[in-house]
């Protein structure tokens, strides 16, 4: 377990994570206005201490040419989030949700960038619970067993804490077969793993329990997860 602060990548992300800059592409992206962005920055700054420290990558070798992959942003997170709603603070609520799954979404481009400064080696394919009869949702528990972070799921492969992501992945030495772990901004036509993408946002068109990532956007878009 490495806690993100501890690795150059991550620990980059979370000093964009409260940037006006960054804070300005989500305000963009989520069609906040001018005013909101005080917020918008109020929010980021609390999650930041929270992700700070307790947001943790773990990578366990399995068979072959593979690996089980674990990113936390941790409890803090969560309880940060419980505390606006029982104030009935809902838009910090949803700005947690969009703050969060965007690191998230960033948090994939890191792990890529590690897996090649520690190995050499690229990241040729991402498997996500849920995502298909190759890889169904049932696994998420098996994925989770062996992981020493405090990660866990429901019976209904809800992640727990909420700001989770869980993964398969499988390595390569072609670094023109990487994977970029989401199809927003990837040129890779022929990529196995393609989905297609809609909206204004770029937002996959996947189902939103395809990708244990993308439960903050289930929660967004009030649908139900799995």
């Known amino acids: 377990m490495e806690y993100f602060r501890e ?27 001018e005013a909101d962005l005080p917020l918008l920055a109020e929010v ?20 072959g040419d593979a690996a089980a992959v674990v990113m936390m942003l941790g ?11 029982g104030e009935g603070r809902l838009s910090e609520c949803y700005m947690i949700e969009v703050l969060g799954s965007e690191l ?19 990241v040729a394919r991402y498997l996500f619970p849920g995502s298909g009869s190759e890889c169904a949702v049932e696994t ?15 019976e209904g492969y809800c ?3 909420k700001k989770s992501v869980a993964f398969w992945v499988t390595f390569t030495e072609e670094k023109n077969k990487q994977c970029e772990g989401v199809c927003v901004g990837c040129g890779r036509e022929d990529c ?7 909206g204004s946002q770029g937002l996959p068109q996947a189902h939103m329990a395809d990708l244990p990532l993308t439960y903050g956007y289930a929660r967004i878009l009030g649908r139900r997860y799995p």
């Open 7 to 33: 690795i150059a990548g991550f620990r980059r992300l979370l000093e964009e994570f409260v940037s006006e800059e960054f804070l300005r592409k989500i305000g963009e992206r989520y069609h906040y206005a």
């Open 44 to 63: 980021a700054g609390r999650m930041k201490r929270c992700i700070y420290e307790e947001a943790a990558l773990e990578q366990r070798e399995t068979q």
């Open 75 to 85: 409890a803090g997170v969560d309880a940060l989030q419980d505390a606006y709603a």
């Open 104 to 122: 998230l979404l960033r948090g994939y481009a890191a792990y890529n960038q590690l897996v090649s400064e520690r190995s050499g080696k690229y």
């Open 140 to 154: 998420l528990p098996e994925l989770l067993a062996g992981t020493k972070l405090p990660v866990s799921c429901t």
């Open 159 to 161: 992640m727990i804490p």
């Open 192 to 198: 196995p793993n393609r989905i297609g993408q809609s």
